[in-house]
């Protein structure tokens, strides 16, 4: 076997399973160790034709060359956070495996750190396959979107809280933000999905027996359970702000309906009284403005008592508590 021209920061690991992990990075795909890593493994030159045109995408690939061995490859987006208060960075790592190899090219150095703590390297010493390795590595990049899962918990209930005490305009903005947040995760979360699945393509029933792709299944399983309740309880929060935004519009129309009913008799004998003629009923009298006054007051209480008889007005009138949700 050639031995690779590696730089300091490029490791090959042997694992007790019989296959080994090349960990690179890579800035330049014209380099002189990837023309060497062609030689070594010739199947994956058609990869390394492809993957230069792969920045910011997410690709997976399962071919059988020989017409019985599978080769997987591809790239995966993933963001890195470590603690849940930590700030959020984007990454991409690309990937190579066959029968006896995984390659990784650029991942990050805080997961690089990871796989070489001593738990994850038993792990990988356990493994019997490259992709077992894979499988590995995965579910060590899925703990960060737990990270990530637990600070959006967080916010939202919050957001729930100030919906429930306070419910105001802005926080339909932050409901939208909170869904396009979610969005984000589950579109960098595919790439997992689509890591079993294919998975299951080339490796088939071999994988039955595999504990390391099991962990990961259930991992995949997990965060999919996580968004789907997310998912639901979004679209709960827009269908409550919905609702509340309908049944205060309907208030205020009510509101102005009455206040527009009350006044009729106002507004009709102000009309009558605003004419421009000389004979108008009481214009001569020293008591008449008082008496239209009167007339107007009474048939304004009048149109009131009637509406309030037939049921009309309800509670729309009455002053609310500006606590009144803090008990509920």
């Not at 007790?16 to 960990?23: I, L, M, R």
């Not at 987006?77 to 991409?92: C, G, I, K, R, W």
């Not at 507004?267 to 605003?274: E, F, K, L, M, N």
């Not at 001569?284 to 008082?290: A, L, M, N, V």
Request: with cysteine; aromatic share 14%; proline share 2%.
């Amino acid at each position: 076997m050639t031995i690779l021209q590696l730089d300091k920061e490029d490791n090959v690991y042997h694992f007790g399973g019989g296959w080994s992990w090349y960990d690179l990075q890579i800035r330049n795909w014209d380099s002189p160790l990837i023309g060497e890593l062609r030689n070594q493994f010739p199947y994956s030159s058609k990869w390394f034709d492809l993957v230069s045109t792969l920045q910011d995408k997410n690709y997976l690939s399962v071919h059988f060359p020989d017409g019985k061995n599978p080769i997987m490859v591809g790239s995966i987006l993933y963001t890195v956070a470590s603690a849940v208060n930590d700030d959020h960075s984007n990454e991409q790592f690309y990937f190579y495996i066959d029968g006896d190899a995984l390659i990784t090219f650029n991942l990050d150095e805080h997961t690089r750190g990871i796989m070489r703590e001593e738990g994850r390297v038993s792990m990988l010493h356990q493994c019997t396959r490259p992709i077992d390795g894979m499988f590995v590595l995965s579910r060590a990049i899925l703990h960060y979107f737990h990270v990530g899962m637990d600070k959006f918990e967080h916010r939202l209930r919050k957001l729930e809280a100030g919906m429930k005490h306070q419910n105001k305009r802005y926080l339909m903005d932050s409901i939208l933000t909170s869904r396009f947040e979610l969005i984000f995760w589950n579109n960098s979360f595919i790439s997992f999905q689509e890591l079993i699945t294919a998975s299951k393509e080339g490796y088939q029933e071999d994988l039955d027996d595999s504990r390391f792709y099991k962990q990961l299944f259930y991992r995949v399983e997990r965060m999919e359970r996580l968004f789907h309740h997310y998912e639901r309880e979004i679209d709960t929060l827009v269908s409550i702000d919905n609702a509340i935004a309908g049944f205060r519009g309907n208030e205020i129309m009510k509101t102005l309906t009455i206040m527009t009913v009350i006044f009729t008799p106002a507004t009709v004998i102000g009309a009558i009284w605003g004419m421009n003629f000389d004979n108008l009923p009481l214009i001569k009298y020293s008591w008449g403005f008082t008496a239209s006054m009167l007339l107007t007051l009474a048939m304004t209480a009048g149109m009131y008592l009637w509406m309030h008889m037939k049921g009309w007005t309800g509670d729309i009138l009455r002053v609310k508590s500006r606590d009144r949700n803090k008990n509920i």
